[in-house]
């Protein structure tokens, strides 16, 4: 086994036992059978397994204090987050320390290594639109740092995860859009190395499926940037097809935002020519013209179930199990104007 730092979970994994096995043996537990503490503790010097004097302190040591790292602390849906979190951090005595990785994995890399040091007692996190290589998080998990993720997640990491129905929200999306009488649908989708956005690509395809309608993959553009200058690009280059959509739905309301604008300057209609829904439900959906039909998220109440995950971990015993729990919370669509053919 090569391995720069060997953790506990490289020695459970080894003997097939699980990480609280191996450091209960460690300590010395009573429960643990002679037979097993001996081979742990061979194997541990074998491979010259040297504890890790921060991480022992951070779960030794508690600094009330808990870390978050999001995207972008602008973005409405992270600030409803936010606000959740500190409502249950607050109430627990905690002090919350927010850091945001402006969609950059680098900086994301900094802003978990700037957390581990300054000793939080877990993190909270949502991984940003770059994020490819989770070795850092890995690392986390590998010394028991408590961690959760919301929203954006993922999936192949052994943590608790805090979500909407992404799928289903753009299953309601789209399914609105054919009850408005829209054969032709067309889907702005997000980065498709996030969770999110293959859900709601998953949920925009099974409803075109039950609908017995052919699935277009000209009229699937990703929105890789997430600006609406993109999405605006992208929406002038379906609107100039030979059969162009008649009906939108995109990823998130800045991508519709985008979407609206090359309609408009094509001197089209919403929603008489074309039809569009987007997703997350931004303050600004119900204040622009015509008001944007987005599928809400309840960020408030993610903040809080993921908090109250956290907070779980942070207080379990040494020598129980790892907590991995998945809450999902529903979606729903919000209909405006811009929908409203019918």
């Not at 925009?204 to 940037?225: P, S």
Request: hydrophobic residues 40%; proline residues 3%; charged residues 25%.
């Amino acid at each position: 086994m090569k391995k720069a730092n060997i953790t506990i979970k490289d020695i459970a994994k080894e003997l097939g036992v699980s990480p609280s096995t191996v450091s209960r043996a460690l300590k010395d537990h009573p429960d643990i059978s002679s037979n097993t503490k001996k081979q742990i503790n061979d194997l541990a010097q074998k491979l010259n397994y040297q504890p890790n004097t921060v991480a022992l302190s951070l779960r030794q040591s508690k600094t009330n204090t808990l870390g978050v790292i999001i995207p972008e602390i602008a973005h409405f849906f992270f600030s409803a987050v936010i606000s959740g979190i500190e409502d249950i951090a607050h109430d627990a005595g905690y002090h919350v320390i927010i850091t945001q990785s402006n969609e950059s994995f680098e900086r994301e890399v900094m802003n978990t290594k700037a957390l581990f040091n300054s000793r939080v007692d877990g993190i909270l996190m949502s991984v940003s639109r770059e994020t490819e290589n989770y070795d850092h998080l890995q690392s986390l998990l590998d010394y028991d740092i408590p961690l959760v993720f919301f929203d954006r997640i993922i999936d192949s990491l052994n943590a608790c995860k805090v979500i909407v129905n992404d799928e289903q929200g753009a299953y309601e999306a789209t399914t609105h859009l054919i009850e408005q009488g829209c054969y032709r649908i067309a889907h702005l989708a997000g980065p498709q190395n996030l969770a999110i956005s293959k859900n709601r690509l998953n949920g925009y395809k099974a409803a075109l499926a039950d609908n017995r309608y052919m699935i277009d993959d000209n009229l699937i553009k990703v929105c890789g940037l997430g600006t609406f200058e993109e999405a605006e690009s992208i929406t002038n280059e379906i609107l100039d097809y030979r059969f162009p959509p008649d009906a939108i739905f995109a990823n998130n309301d800045v991508a519709a935002y985008g979407a609206m604008m090359a309609i408009r300057k094509k001197k089209l209609r919403i929603p008489e020519d074309i039809a569009i829904v987007g997703f997350s439900n931004w303050r600004f959906s119900s204040l622009i013209q015509p008001a944007l039909s987005s599928v809400t998220q309840p960020g408030f109440k993610m903040g809080q179930e993921a908090t109250r995950l956290l907070m779980k971990q942070i207080n379990k015993a040494d020598d129980e199990e790892s907590i991995t729990e998945t809450i999902s919370l529903k979606t729903n669509l919000v209909v405006r104007e811009s929908s409203k053919k019918i």
